[in-house]
């Protein structure tokens, strides 16, 4: 018997920013919560929002201080992860897949220390158990703000992309402000799970793009070699914005292991 929920109203009643690929919770599916990067948001997902809720139940969510999410941005992981396990203990969405992307992955990394019964799998995208960041980007994005932003997004897709994408990219860090992306930029840069990350004990999926300039494959092939049974796929041509610039190859990666684990 299919029994449906929506998690919406408790969203809404948080001021937590989300996306979702049917308003309709599916009570016999898992979920598949998506965390975005430094001065992201939900939409970064929307591909695979939209995609990828035929097998899953799919939900993005703004980070506090970023979209839609009300409450000032951190400084820390460690708070973004404890914030991220208390609401979903409070939407009991059921065992989660969790996936993050560069900052988010780091998050989702941290979250899967501090809450592993609430999950049932992880996936990393475009991310590492260190993420440290140039010090001329933390200090441009003090005084060059603008500029900056515009830097960073050019790094962050590879090459041949779509303009219209590295712009839109752009935007959405701008809008987020010179605080929100500098505390995400601070919180990647004192990120560090290397003495921990073989303690996680929950399936995972590491993705990454081939032309990654801002988290390079290394990072992912040193989680794929310390997280005991990990699968570690590369994504040919795309860059450190791989759900976004491979939507297609990227998704299937998911799905298979979304349906592998259901199997």
């Not at 003495?195 to 990454?208: H, K, M, Q, T």
């Not at 298979?256 to 259901?262: E, H, P, T, Y």
Request: proline share 5%; net charge negative.
């Amino acid at each position: 018997m299919q029994r449906t929920f929506n998690p919406a109203d408790k969203l809404n009643e948080l001021d937590i920013g989300f996306k979702t690929g049917s308003p309709a919770f599916d009570k016999n599916l898992p979920t598949l919560v998506m965390v975005h990067g430094a001065g992201g948001r939900s939409e970064v997902w929307h591909n695979q929002v939209t995609e990828l809720k035929q097998i899953v139940n799919t939900l993005a969510l703004d980070l506090p201080g970023h979209g839609r999410t009300r409450g000032k941005s951190m400084e820390k992981v460690e708070d973004y992860a404890q914030w991220l396990g208390r609401v979903l203990e409070g939407l009991d969405l059921g065992k989660i897949f969790l996936m993050g992307q560069s900052l988010g992955g780091a998050i989702v990394q941290n979250t899967a220390l501090l809450y592993p019964k609430l999950l049932k799998a992880i996936i990393l995208v475009g991310t590492g158990a260190r993420l440290p960041v140039n010090p001329a980007l933390l200090e441009g994005l003090s005084g060059s703000f603008e500029k900056t932003v515009d830097t960073i997004n050019s790094y962050a897709f590879a090459s041949g992309t779509d303009p219209q994408m590295v712009k839109q990219g752009a935007e959405f860090m701008k809008e987020a402000g010179p605080e929100t992306v500098r505390d995400g930029f601070l919180a990647s840069n004192r990120f560090d799970m290397q003495g921990r990350v073989a303690e996680l004990n929950l399936p995972c999926l590491i993705l990454c793009g081939e032309k990654d300039k801002m988290t390079p494959v290394s990072l992912s092939t040193s989680l794929n070699q310390d997280i005991k049974g990990s699968v570690l796929q590369v994504l040919p041509s795309a860059g450190h914005m791989l759900m976004i610039e491979s939507p297609e190859a990227f998704n299937m990666c998911v799905r298979d292991f979304i349906l592998n684990m259901q199997a």
